[in-house]
C-alpha cells in the first residue's frame, strides 16, 4: 500500500466528511453560491440556493466516494491479509 494513495485518501475522506457534516460556514457558503447562480442564470434566488446545497452535497459525496474507491481496496486486503495471517484456514 503506497503512502500516495493513503494520505490522498485521507484528505478526500476528510473533505467529504467536512462537507457532508453541517458547519456555521454554510450559512455564508449557500446565500453566497445562490446569489451568484440566480444572477448567472436568470433564476429566482431560492432557485439559486437550493442547486447551491445540492451541488455542495453532491460534491461531498463525489469527495466521500472517490476515497472509498481509491483507499478501500488496499485496505480491505491488508485487513484479509491480517485475518488470513491470525486465523489461517485448517487443511482437511
Avoid: Q, W
Wanted: glycine share 8%; aromatic share 14%.
Amino acid at each position: 500500500m503506497r503512502f500516495g494513495k493513503v494520505a490522498f485518501s485521507a484528505f478526500m475522506l476528510g473533505v467529504g466528511v467536512y462537507i457532508l457534516l453541517p458547519t456555521a460556514d454554510e450559512l455564508v457558503i449557500h446565500p453566497v453560491l445562490g446569489l451568484f447562480f440566480a444572477y448567472a442564470f436568470n433564476i429566482p434566488f431560492l432557485t439559486g440556493v437550493l442547486i447551491s446545497i445540492v451541488l455542495y452535497r453532491l460534491a461531498g459525496l463525489l469527495c466521500l466516494f472517490s476515497a472509498i474507491i481509491v483507499g478501500g481496496k488496499p485496505v480491505y486486503l491488508k485487513i484479509k491479509e491480517k485475518i488470513h495471517m491470525k486465523y489461517p484456514r485448517k487443511l482437511r
